[in-house]
Structure formats: structure tokens, C-alpha cells
């Protein structure tokens, strides 16, 4: 797909300089020196030669077939030139140049003319404003970076160009190597979904990592994530989380939910790997491009000192890995030549006189162990030991093995060498135990990932019309708050149990009413302008009388009338009281990018307080939907505590479904709160006692 | 205190080798060749000289006078070292030999021999089974570490030598010096408490630091460690601290809290900032070593690239610290040197075109805004900048400088010289920003820890006496788990506020006692033998009448009987129904390093599913009250959501230190729930609805 971009035959340099320090002049030389083989066309109106290679006066005049164009010459002229790559049937180019968009207004229309000329021409561009490409498979460097990585199988996408050089530097230092390099600057055209669906296929890249910013268009990006992250990992940096600023949200789950939240569930959808820093992304990246992946949570821990081993299993611990029980076939074997004072159970202690071979044997013998799914290897350096022997020592130990092996050699100068052995023969290393136990564990998630079954979305029979009507009613009365008494209708439409109620506007035909119904029954005011109902006392529950009913109305509409004089009252609604159940909140907001957002959690008064909710995207699979609610502690609620019958947890998955559905078959649908949902165990019901929907109004009526 | 050990003025090696490769010679050369200055007497019968020095047979041959005596003799003749040491009147050893307690039962033997020597003689024991001491004060080096550190005011105690040794490697990659490094092995004597202790007062050293595995007395260490924490900041890395197992408790407390729980508490409570890692230890370490405090919390970033500039900023959001407003004078001071596309706010991107003298320039300027509390510089190696150049220039303006400044060059190989630099002129740099965030973090809160006042405990009046009678009554009979009715009658004794209500034991008696109490009432039942009454069907509430409570009684009495075949019922406890107020838990478990542990949170059911709970250690302070409030998200409802009136904070605080001060006063109370302690705003009263209290019972009773 990108083709052109990675292996073009041959590239031409449009303001290519003879002047050093000059980017034109960088990116030529860095082409020239790293070893590209193909054609290299310089173009510049002001010399006939540049490094010993002919210079064409501009783009027409170039030879036919050129595959890639390299756009070093000002922002001002960079449209011009995508036009005449296009009539030149250049196909691909990389607009190094900055002075767009990240510039402001006269940039950003800049970079608009660019786009079209993009567009029009035909012509993929990647950048402008980036620091360039470089391919190691093909010896290409299409940058200006100052640094040419070691070749290896890690790809790295970044939408800042210094980050990248950083990078680059920084990874030297570990022999860390790299397929792809790519900086995407402003993504007028390729993003970062583009390049990841390309390095998905590409067979020089078994990793691929990235620094975004943001995502062009969140869902396409989830698709393709999805698919690619199947096929291998795909470990980003998410920056500029925090300051996103709240929304100004009228919901509940809107107000809980923030940007944040929302990658963080679409990387979670996608199977994306969140990393928080750079350390963490190379930490990880490390663990994937060097070793097999790790078939259970079970981790041997072999040491010559006793405290890094105690560090190593409090972090095994609480990253929920497992310390494995070291078999008695293992321990007699160990026995055989380690010292009796060793410990022979996790963490092997193989004590201070350890000599290098000493951690070869034992590693040989552990990694046999079916009991053992992946091996830290610790040192300190100490007397007895060569730091360097010791390492190659368990290179040639874990040679071939099935099961990732990580190492912390602790210390500087004295286990330098030996940690540059490891890296060199693609044993991940990390400076400290908790470090190495981090890798692991980001491994063992990305094989639960693997080996989710794809994701089912049951779709139930469900009366569409009915809400449609409902909607459309709403939106021509420009009311954006629908009513409890439509949101219910609404729901109900969509499969939900709601208690059984009338609207009434008198007080006696509300008595009436709460007699049909059966006491007790609960009263709610109706009103457009009133959301959060029981802060202006326009709720009461457990009404036990007629009489009771109708000094409650007459209370409540004049209390009502004192707090909010300007409000729209339509009447009272008198609703039957659902008396057992826990008090669960499903509540769905919209996020601009991502889509419908679900949440489900605690509910009653204590959600925005407790905030024990968890969130999912739609739509969403019956596992997921279940996941959800593991992912709360109020899971353990309606499991059952305290000689409490447990609910049916199916039940409540499967109303999460129909929400998922309802927010996807409806967009405009901006947020909603069922809040509570009361969930009994002993009727094994849910029942949407109170609702709350918020819709977007046609463009006309905003 | 410990001045021999630390300034000798002259030490005997007992044990000195002339063989290379063994420990007594290790130390021996390291002592020599270090630089160390005072007298230096080699003890090996087999010799007459070693390295140079005359060589004593033994011990009772030195001459008088000696300090310090460096013991590397095999285990079994340590005891008989110790006490010829002090016939010799040598008054500080330190005990290198290994072969004590770490090997098992016949060490343990050895060591407590060693430690009946050490009473008797006087002689004061570092170790046994320890790396030795470093002073780099006065060189002295009475090691067998391979590593001789840089001089510097950080000082370390490890519980671990390996583990000495490799931070003594990592630290000099880093140039980090020590004024003291000092192994304390098995602290048979010597432990951490008393070098705490002793390093508060040690001209040297600015920071202490150490790793530990366990705390010897925890009491005694609070005390000393609030006390040296309030003079320089206590660095502890704790290992050892998740596979603890859960203990068999009985109260919801207990089963919350663990011994992680209880140093956490510990640390908290004395100032002691917790360290998760070798990494972070020496993360902090750094700042404090190099940096004034932090007196705010408003962080400036000053950046060469954007990407980095946008963690920074989502790293100080995460931690809690502010990103600093740049006040409209010092935004047009910069724009008088910095490009017009620079960002003149935070961060302060100074673009790539910056130089090394633009980082000079900006620091001047933004070091001078009050609005600016601390400064982290990043920088990426971009073509225009000179890594070392720049690191010059930091240097340069940030000298004399009272706010706290720390770096991040990210990369490699490009900037590991402008790193080095900053090193060594106590700039603290990190690979991150995000790890520089968090250095600059804990600065922040031991500076909060400073500022706080000394805690004082108020004492309530009470009635001890009463307290005293029902306790012993139930010890006397055995019992362990006090009931609701006495327990209720000792908090009463301790001024906290119960419901009426009174222990029938028939139907009748029953029905007659609600009447007087009035209905709605709650029945009970009683038998120290039933924890959880409600898992059995043993409580209900909202009883209404006369009637109702006969056939409450008769039921539950046939429940419980079929449920708990062999338990002792002793009635049912008959008892006003507190029916408006939020549920809270007050607890506390007796840890039995740091005693009592309080603990609050949200009560009723939701106790053990949500957690949503806080601890400290008793005896607790009316703000430390506040503070276990505060740390929950119960709070927010204790303060009044959704138009609720907010409850007396103030009250339930005072319950706590009720409770404090009960745990304090009667040692034999292991644990206590209070849940729910019904906390109500509309009547401004806090009342202990349900409780248990756990005893131990008399060594014979047990």
C-alpha cells in the first residue's frame, strides 16, 4: 500500500542543497551514506550538480518513474510542487518542510492548499513538518535525523519529529534495533491508522510502537487496531491526556467519563498496548521483539543475592503475576550442584559463591520445569561472579527456549558489559526487577488478548419504530432533556423492565392513579428544565395512602415552584416502588471521537461519589459486557455478600447489551443514565427505575 | 553515639589475610588503600605481618587503645571474639562472618551466643553477616565491597550486601556520593533505629537512605524516625512486603488491613517517603541531596521539543502538582530573545531552532517569576543544540538559585556528556520526565510533611474503670469475642453514643421492651459464638409492633438453632432502630510491630466490597482524625451530596480519636468494628449501631 514510500526504486530530493547544515543537504547525504541503492534525483533551479549527483532545475524536468519525492523547499511553494509530482505521476512524497498548521491560521490554510493539491493530484503525502522515513531493510534514510538505527524488528511511529530523534539516540545505547522509522509531523494525509495497517504486513516488523498526540479519526483507528494487534503488538504513547478539560456534561457517566477514559477504552477494544512513557514503551518493545511470548503467569526467579529476589516477587505480586512452585524433581536436580545453603525454592537463591556457569546450569534445569512459564534472572556483582560470563552464560542457556526470559543485572560500571552481551543476543535487560516484572506482565496481557475469541455482538429484537417516534417528537419540540416518563418509554421499547407508572397533573387523579398501581408507591416531578430531580425535594418515595398521595402532590409542586420558579412543570408521575434490588447505574455518553461510551457501576447517590464504575465502548459483546461488571468492585455486591443470594448476572450483562445497541441504533443520542437499575436476586429482575436521556437537536433548532 | 564506629582512631582486623581473594584481605587493602588515616593492627596467628603491618596472634595481644574491630573470623569463634574485645576494652565490633541465623536452626543457636556476648562484654556489634562500613568522610573503608564510592551527603543502610554493592555500582554511573554506607547484616545489635538515629546528627549526611526486609522494634522506630525526618528526609525502600498471608481475623478491619497496610501507616506517620525501587530510591535521593525544597507546587517546564513538554505536563496533572500560569512579565521578557513561534507558556517551548545559550537566557528569566515554585528542563539532541553547551548554561543560571531545578536530556549517546555535567554539578537529571515529575513530587510532600504542626493527642474523659470490670469479666470466662450488648456498654464507657436498648430472653419480654423503647425497633441475637449474626438470619430491622417482634423472636430463635446447632445463645438484644444517618465503619487490629490501626471508611455491607477505607496508627490526632476522613470517598458524602446537609465532621472525627484512645489505653483489645457507626446531619449525632471487640484472653485461658 505504501509501497512507494518503503522501497521506491528511486527518490528525488526536491531542495536538495549543496550548503551543509542545511536539511536539503542532510537528507541527501543521509541517503547517499547509509547505503540506498536506488536511484537519487536532487532538485534545485540554482546548482547542475549536488554530491557528485546530476541536479534537475525542478520537478518537470525530472526523468519519468521516479517513485518517491523528498519536499525540502518552503512551506509557500509545497502545494505547487505536490501538483507537479502529480503531473510528473510521482505517486508518494515526504513533505519535510515546516510552516504549516503548527504555525497558526496562515499555516493551517496552507496546509488546507496542500491537502487539496494532495487530493486532486492523487499524490499519498506523509508529513508536512516531520523529520522524515527511514527503512532499515533497504538501507533507506529518508530523514534528517542525526542518528541511523541498528536494523531490527521494531517500527516506530511518531507524531513529533524531536521525540523521534530522541528516540533513536536513546535506544542506540540498549542496541536496541528498528525496521521503520517514520515521523508523520502534521498527517495532512497518512496517519497513523494508514501506517499501521501497512506495518501489520510488513514482514521486517514484529513490533510496532508509536508517539501520537491524537488520533485523526477514532474509529476507523479502532478497526484497523483491532485487526492489526492480532497479528502482532501495537504499543503507543498517548500524550496530552490530562488537560483535556470536562466536558460540560448533564449525566452522570458524562461527567465521570473525560478524554482519558476514552482512549483508554478504545486501546482496551483494540488490544493496543498503553505505554506511559518512553521508558515503559522500549521496556515493552524490548520484551516483544526479543522473546517468545509467555503461556501462563507462573515466573521462576533465579538470583545470586537474597533482596533483589524479595523485590522481584513483592513485584510479581502485585502486577498479578504468580510466583511458580518450584517442582520436587527441579529442587533434587538444583540440589545437585547448588550449595545446601541455596534456596531451592522461588526465589532460587543460588547465594553469593555463584560462578557464571553456575547460572547456566540452574537456568537449564528450571526451564525444563512445566511448572515454570517465564524466568527473571537476577545478579548483583559480587566477588565470585563475571558479570560478562554470567551473561553469555545465559544466552547459551535460553537458547531455542519457548519461554521469555528477562534479566536485572543490578548495578553500573561492573555490569556494563555484561548487560551490553545480553542486549546484543536479545535478552531483554531492565535496570531493576520491578522493571523486568512490568515487561512481563504486558506480555502475558497480550496473550489473553490472543486468545480472546472475536468479539460476537448480539443484536435483539428490539422496537426501533417506537423510539423513533419518541425522538422525533422530542427533537421537533427542540426539547433536549427527554422526560423520565419517554426515557422509559423509550427503554421499555428496547427490552428494559420499568416499573409501572401514569402521569397525572391533579392530586387525586394521582391518588387514583397510586391506588391502581398498589401502594407503596414513589412520585416524581416532571419537567424539562429539572435533571437532577431529588436536589430540589421533586422526589418522594414510599407513599403508603391515598391521603398520603395527595399531601405529597400538593407539597411537592409547591416546594417545587420555590426553588425553581422559570421551570416547566408537566405534571407528576406516580410510579410503583420497587422496593428490593441493588442500586446499579447503566449510563452511556458520547465521545466526539470514539463513539458511544458505556459505563456501568454502583449507582443511587453514591456513583459520582464512590465512582466504582468501569467503562466499555459500543458496541458491545455479552464477554464484554461481563467484563464490565468484573471490572467494578460492585460486581462483589451482586455476587452475593453476607448470606445475600447472589443476582443474575446475566441479566444485568445482557441489559448492558441492549443499551449498547440502543446508543449505536440511535446517534442522536448524546448521553444517557439509568440510574438506578435495581437489580434483585430474589425476583431475579432489573428494572430501570429512574432514566434520563439527553438528544442532539437538528442543526435548525440548535 | 556510634563515633567509634564511624570515627575510629584505629581499627584491628581480626582475621586479616594475606591471601588474595579472601574477605580479610579485602578489607584489609580496601582500609589501606582507601586513604584511611588511623592505626591499622592486622590480627592472624599464622602471620607475622600482612600487607605491610605488623600482624598480632589475637586479640588480648593488641595494644590498648583500640576503637574499632573489623571481625572476619569463622562464625563459631565469633562469640569468644566479642568478649575478648571486650576484656581489651574494645568497645564497637563489626561482624563480617557469615554462618549466623541466615543458615538455619544451629545459626540462630550461634547468634544468640553472639548476642549474650555482646550484652555481657558491652561491646557494641554492626552485623554479623554484613559487607561493613564506609565512612568517606575519613576514608574509611571497612568493607569488602569492590566499589569505593564517591564522597557525597547521601547515606545508605542495606539489609542486604549484595544489594550494597550493587547500588554502590549503579549510584557511581550517576556520580551520586555518599558520606556513609553501612551494611547492617543481621543486626544482632546495631539496627536500623539506632543508625537513623545516629545519622541525624552526622554532619555528612543530607539524606538518609536504605533498604530494608523488616523493621526490628516498630514501635521504637516511629518514634525515632519522626523525629529525624523532621531534620533531613528518611528514604526506605521496604521489600518483602505482599506475601505476608492474610492473618485470621475476625473483624472486617483485620481482614482489610495487612502488614503492607500497617508500614504504610508507619511511614506515613513518622515522615519516612517510601521508595518502590532501586530506581526511585535514588530518584529521590538526588533532589534532596542536590536541590533546595519545593515550596509550592507550580511546576514551569522549559522545553527545546514539544512531545516531551506534553508528558511533562500530563505528569504533573497525574502527580498532583500544577502547571505554573507564566505571568505576562516574563512572557514579554522572553519574547525578547525566543522566536515568535516559540510557545510562551507552559511549557516553554523554546522550538529547535533554541541554542545552548537560549536555555541560559529562559532560566534567568522564568527563575526569577514568583508565580514559579520549580523548573524542569527538557531537551531533545536536535541539530542546533549543543547538549553540553546547554548543560553549562543550566548550570550556570541555576547557581545560588533557591527553587528547585531538574533535567531531562532524552536520548543517548548524544547527551550523555551534557548529563554527565549536570551530574556533577548537582543538577538532578532523569531519563524522563515523567520520573523527574516524580522526584519533584516527593520533594513537595516532605516539604508538606515539615510545615505540619507536632501532633497533639487529646485525651477524653472516660470511664476506664467500667471498661475495666466488663473486660475482665469476660476473660475471666473465657471469652474472646466480647458481645454487641457489652461492647456497646464499653464504647458507651468511652463516650461514644449507642442506641437504647436491652438483652431479653423470652417473646414476651421481647415485645414489652420495644414498647417501652418504641417502635420501629431491631432485634438480635447474642452468642459469642456467631461473628457475622446477619450471614444466619440473626438480625432484623424496621420491627413495627407488638406482635411483630413475638414472631421475630420465635423465628429467629428456629433459624438460628437449625443454621448454628452448637452455638451458645444468650437472648436477643431488643434495640431502637436508628433509621436516618450514612453507615460508616469504625475499626481497628493490633499490628504486632506497630500496634493499633485505625480504620475508617464506608460501613454497612459495603465495608469489605468497596474498601473504600483509610488507616493510622493510634494514638491519633484530631487533624490526623480529619486526614482519615479526608483520604476516603465517603467524605464527599459525609459533606453533603445531591442536597443532602452535610454531617458534623468534626463528630466523627472525635469518634476516631475516642477509639484511638480506647485502643491505646486497654493493650488486650486486639480488634474492633464499629459498623455502622450511624452517622446522621439532620440531628447532628454519630451513634455505634453495631459492634464487636475481640480480646486476648490470659496466657493459662489460651
Known amino acids: 500500500m505504501l509501497d512507494k514510500f518503503f522501497n521506491p526504486r528511486s527518490i528525488a530530493i526536491i531542495g536538495a542543497s549543496r550548503e551543509a547544515g542545511k536539511v536539503g543537504n542532510s537528507i541527501l547525504s543521509n541517503l547517499i551514506n547509509h547505503g540506498y541503492k536506488g536511484l537519487i534525483y536532487p532538485v534545485n ?63 493551517r490554510e496552507l496546509e488546507s492548499l496542500l491537502f487539496s493539491a494532495a487530493v486532486s493530484s492523487g499524490v499519498r503525502v506523509l508529513g508536512p513538518n516531520c523529520l522524515g522515513l527511514i527503512n532499515t531493510a533497504n538501507n533507506m534514510d529518508c530523514s534528517f535525523a542525526a542518528h541511523y538505527p541498528e536494523k531490527g524488528d521494531i517500527a516506530i511511529i511518531s507524531q513529533s519529529g524531536a521525540l523521534c530523534t530522541a528516540m533513536l539516540d536513546w535506544s542506540a545505547r540498549s542496541h536496541i534495533g528498528f525496521s521503520k522509522v517514520i515521523s508523520i509531523g502534521n498527517k495532512v494525509d497518512i496517519d497513523e491508522e494508514t501506517l499501521i495497517e501497512a506495518l501489520a504486513d510488513d514482514a521486517d516488523t514484529r513490533v510496532i510502537t508509536g508517539y501520537l498526540e491524537d488520533i485523526s479519526k477514532g474509529h476507523h483507528f479502532m478497526r484497523t487496531a483491532e485487526r492489526v494487534t492480532r497479528i502482532k503488538p501495537v504499543i503507543l504513547i498517548k500524550a496530552g491526556t490530562t488537560s483535556a478539560g470536562a466536558k460540560a456534561a448533564s449525566s452522570h457517566t458524562g461527567s465521570i467519563a473525560g478524554t482519558n477514559v476514552a482512549y483508554e477504552c478504545a486501546f482496551r477494544r483494540s488490544g493496543v498496548i498503553q505505554a506511559s512513557s518512553i521508558e515503559s514503551l522500549f521496556d515493552y518493545a524490548q520484551i516483544f521483539s526479543y522473546q517468545p511470548l509467555l503461556r501462563g503467569k507462573r515466573i521462576a526467579v533465579v538470583t545470586n543475592a537474597g533482596g533483589p529476589g524479595i523485590m522481584a516477587m513483592d513485584a510479581i505480586e502485585n502486577v498479578g503475576l504468580v510466583c511458580a512452585a518450584i517442582s520436587d524433581k527441579t529442587v533434587s536436580r538444583l540440589k545437585e550442584f547448588l550449595p545446601p545453603n541455596a534456596n531451592f525454592h522461588n526465589p532460587i537463591d543460588m547465594i553469593g559463591d555463584a560462578k557464571a556457569e553456575t547460572y547456566g546450569m540452574t537456568l537449564e534445569v528450571i526451564l525444563q520445569d512445566d511448572g515454570i512459564d517465564g524466568v527473571m ?12 560470563e554470567a551473561a553469555k552464560n545465559i544466552v547459551e542457556a535460553t537458547k531455542g527456549c519457548n519461554k521469555p526470559v528477562v534479566a536485572s543485572f543490578i548495578g553500573g560500571e561492573k555490569v556494563k558489559e555484561g548487560i551490553e552481551l545480553l542486549q546484543k543476543n536479545k535478552i531483554p535487560h531492565y535496570p531493576t526487577p520491578e522493571r523486568a516484572v512490568g515487561a512481563l506482565s504486558v506480555l502475558a496481557d ?40 419517554d426515557s422509559k418509554a423509550i427503554l421499555a421499547s428496547y427490552g428494559f423492565q420499568v416499573p409501572r407508572g401514569k402521569v397525572v397533573k391533579s392530586p387525586e387523579e394521582a391518588a387514583e392513579a397510586a391506588s391502581e398501581i398498589g401502594f407503596p408507591v414513589v412520585m416524581k416531578i416532571i419537567s424539562p428544565d429539572i435533571i437532577h430531580k431529588s436536589d430540589v425535594g421533586g422526589v418522594r418515595t414510599n407513599i403508603r395512602s391515598y391521603q398520603e398521595v395527595i399531601d405529597t402532590y400538593e407539597l411537592m409542586m409547591i416546594r417545587v415552584r420555590n426553588r425553581c420558579a422559570n421551570a416547566r412543570l408537566q405534571g407528576i408521575f406516580v410510579q410503583e416502588m420497587v422496593e428490593d434490588g441493588w442500586e446499579v447505574i447503566l449510563g452511556m455518553t458520547r465521545d466526539p471521537q470514539f463513539g458511544p461510551m458505556l459505563m456501568f457501576g454502583l449507582g443511587g447517590i453514591y456513583v459520582e461519589v464512590l465512582r466504582d464504575v468501569s467503562f466499555q465502548l459500543a458496541p458491545i459483546s455479552s464477554d464484554e459486557a461481563v467484563e464490565m461488571l468484573v471490572g467494578t468492585k460492585t460486581y462483589n455486591l451482586l455476587r452475593g455478600v453476607r448470606g445475600e443470594k447472589p443476582v443474575d448476572i446475566q441479566l444485568v450483562a445482557e441489559c448492558v447489551q441492549r443499551l449498547s445497541q440502543l446508543s449505536v441504533d440511535f446517534p442522536v443520542i448524546q448521553e444517557m443514565d439509568i440510574n438506578p437499575l435495581k437489580v434483585s436476586a430474589a425476583r431475579s429482575r432489573a428494572v430501570a427505575v429512574d432514566a434520563r436521556i439527553r438528544i442532539s437537536l437538528p442543526v435548525e433548532n440548535t
Open 446 to 485: 497480550y496473550v489473553k488478548w490472543l486468545e480472546k475469541p472475536r468479539r460476537v455482538v448480539k443484536r435483539f429484537a428490539v422496537n426501533t419504530t417506537k423510539v423513533d417516534r419518541v425522538l422525533n417528537l422530542n427533537r421537533k419540540r427542540g426539547i433536549t432533556n427527554i422526560s423520565e416518563y
Open 45 to 107: 533551479p540554482r546548482a547542475s550538480e549536488v554530491m557528485g549527483l546530476k541536479c534537475y532545475p525542478d520537478i518537470l524536468s525530472l526523468p519519468d518513474g521516479v517513485d518517491l519525492a523528498v519536499i525540502v523547499i518552503p512551506a509557500r511553494l509545497v502545494p505547487q510542487a505536490i501538483t507537479d509530482c502529480g503531473r510528473k505521476r510521482i505517486s508518494a512524497a515526504i513533505v519535510i518542510s515546516a510552516g504549516f498548521k503548527e504555525i497558526g491560521p496562515e499555516g
Open 377 to 388: 534472572v537476577l545478579l548483583t556483582p559480587q566477588a565470585m561472579i563475571d558479570p560478562v
